[in-house]
């Protein structure tokens, strides 16, 4: 929602690209939720909605709840690279 967008764009300009430190906004702002959404929810973004619950039918009672994520300021060519390394599951940017 637009009050967490400016929570995130307000920490990029005090802190900086979580990543990387840059404070350049110019290369775009994005929030990076930490677990990914692979690692939290399975297999990816779908599993970020409703979907996550629904796929587990019966059993989602009796199974625990996917971890809370938090956000970070990330710059696009940060938040790009690590989408990479999560999609090929490799442990290093």
């Known amino acids: 929602n637009s009050s967490q967008k400016a929570k995130v764009q307000t920490l990029f300009e005090k802190h900086g690209c979580h990543t990387c430190g840059t404070k350049n906004k110019s290369v775009g702002i994005v929030a990076d939720h930490q677990p990914p959404n692979k690692h939290a929810y399975g297999t990816g973004g779908a599993e970020a909605s409703g979907e996550f619950t629904r796929r587990r039918g019966w059993l989602a009672p009796l199974l625990p709840p996917p971890p809370k994520q938090r956000y970070f ?15 090929y599951n490799k442990q290093v940017l």
Request: proline share 13%; glycine share 0%.
């Open 73 to 87: 300021p990330q710059c696009k060519p940060c938040s790009t690279r690590q989408s990479s390394a999560v999609a």
